[in-house]
């Protein structure tokens, strides 16, 4: 069973985390910046870097709008 889901966002610069499923919904959201440290559900021991999954900025893809 999937314990979190993490959404990439290049554009923003960010990586968004849903966690706590429940009945077909998630019940946790946050939201976390290049700064950062987000652990691997499942394992506790394992931590990763915004900064490390995040394209540099300058490879960063325009805005749109």
Do not use: K
Not at 8 to 17: A, E, G, H, R
């Amino acid at each position: 069973r999937v314990q979190a889901l993490w959404i990439i966002d290049l554009q923003n610069d960010t990586v968004t985390v849903y966690a706590d499923p429940a009945d077909g919904a998630w019940r946790t959201m946050t939201t976390h910046g290049r700064e950062a440290t987000l652990v691997v559900p499942g394992f506790p021991d394992v931590s990763v870097q915004v900064a490390d999954i995040l394209p540099p900025a300058s490879l960063r893809p325009p805005r749109e709008g």
